[in-house]
């Protein structure tokens, strides 16, 4: 099985413009993730999902929104990228919350200028 | 605030041992994490620990110690493969998880 796939691998994005991430699990995992990584910092939590119809906001939401229209796909959108969102997004899904391991993508390396 | 401190950089030589140690302040403790994270690469399960103690796997070993805020990962027999950054994570109150930044481990030969 595929696991968890995220589109594009890269991207370089011009400041303004708008762009959504997308990421598919085949796991049937209830939970999902978005997660950016920049360097000396830990992971940090954008949004979640704790099942399909719902999301919630994590430590850094600002800039960004989800939806998850069904169980397989969470799209993150950035509605009008700013330098600062220069980073590597991970998608996530654990079959549920909390103890469940999580399972990530390959990410996606975003670069706004 | 909530706060995960791991060392940033080690060390190590091919066959020898290895711990790398997490110290964490979260708002309430649901069970601590680790992670590989190999250069350009996504994070990989290794252990979970909840309970106080040690837990082995194979090669890498995880212990907690809640009253005291800490654990370690143990890896032995070090391979130039374990070459990676090594992610300390703890499940807050929220049962959301809260990262360190990581640990890069270098194995020398």
């Known amino acids: 099985t595929a696991g968890i796939t995220q589109a594009p691998t890269s991207q370089i994005l011009a400041a303004g413009r708008s762009m959504t991430l997308r990421c598919t699990q085949d796991m049937r995992h209830n939970a999902m993730y978005w997660y950016r990584q920049d360097l000396g910092l830990g992971l940090r939590l954008i949004h979640y999902?704790?099942?399909?119809?719902?999301?919630g906001k994590g430590e850094v939401p600002d800039g960004y929104s989800v939806s998850r229209a069904n169980t397989d796909d969470f799209p993150l959108t950035l509605a009008s990228a700013v330098p600062s969102q220069t980073s590597v997004y991970f998608c996530?899904?654990?079959?549920?919350?909390?103890?469940?391991?999580?399972?990530f993508g390959p990410g996606t390396r975003l670069t706004v200028l | 605030g909530q706060n995960i401190d791991q060392p940033t950089e080690m060390t190590a030589t091919e066959g020898a041992i290895v711990q790398i140690n997490c110290t964490y302040q979260t708002s309430g403790f649901n069970g601590l994490f680790w992670y590989q994270q190999h250069a350009g690469e996504a994070p990989t399960f290794l252990s979970y620990n909840v309970l106080d103690g040690l837990e082995e796997k194979g090669r890498f070993s995880s212990f907690l110690s809640r009253s005291k805020g800490y654990s370690y990962l143990l890896l032995k027999e070090l391979q130039m493969k374990d070459s990676a950054s090594y992610l300390c994570?703890?499940?807050?109150?929220?049962?959301?998880?809260?990262w360190g930044a990581g640990t890069k481990l270098i194995i020398k030969p």
């Open positions: 996530a899904s654990s079959e549920g919350t909390g103890q469940n391991e999580q399972f």
């Open positions: 994570a703890v499940l807050d109150s929220n049962y959301q998880l809260i």
């Open positions: 999902s704790n099942t399909a119809g719902t999301t």
